[in-house]
């Protein structure tokens, strides 16, 4: 599990971001050196769900404010949509998706400004 901020790191993340760089890269040799074996590898980068409505208002990170309006169908992802990624990538049906980077968050990296706001 991993961060959308990877791809758009805000204020000083650059550090964060090569973790998050690094992590992608893991990722993709355990699935090269395992897949042979049935195991499955994924990069999940996630974005904000329901439950986290204190990144909202954040004063701080501007890619958090009025993150409700962020979303293209502006529906923000609900832990239990998380729960079920996870569920499907353990099934069988996942397999040809081993190795890659899921951006888990419903388009809001895609995201950088929006008329009505």
């Known amino acids: ?3 959308i901020h990877a791809d ?3 204020g000083n993340g ?7 760089a690094a992590v992608q890269m893991l990722c993709r040799e355990a699935a090269l050196t395992y897949g042979a074996n049935g195991v499955g590898c994924y990069n999940i980068m996630r974005g904000i769900v329901e439950s986290e409505e204190a990144y909202f208002t954040s004063e701080y990170s501007p ?3 009025n993150a409700e309006l962020r979303f293209p169908q502006e529906k923000i992802p609900s832990a239990k949509s998380l729960n079920e990624l996870c569920a499907f990538l353990l099934s069988g049906g996942a397999y040809i998706l081993n190795g890659t980077d899921l951006h888990a968050d419903e388009g809001f990296r895609l995201y950088f400004g929006k008329s009505s706001l």
């Open 1 to 3: 599990m991993n961060s």
């Open 8 to 10: 758009k790191p805000t």
């Open 14 to 20: 650059f550090l964060y971001t090569m973790g998050c």
């Open 63 to 65: 890619i958090h404010h």
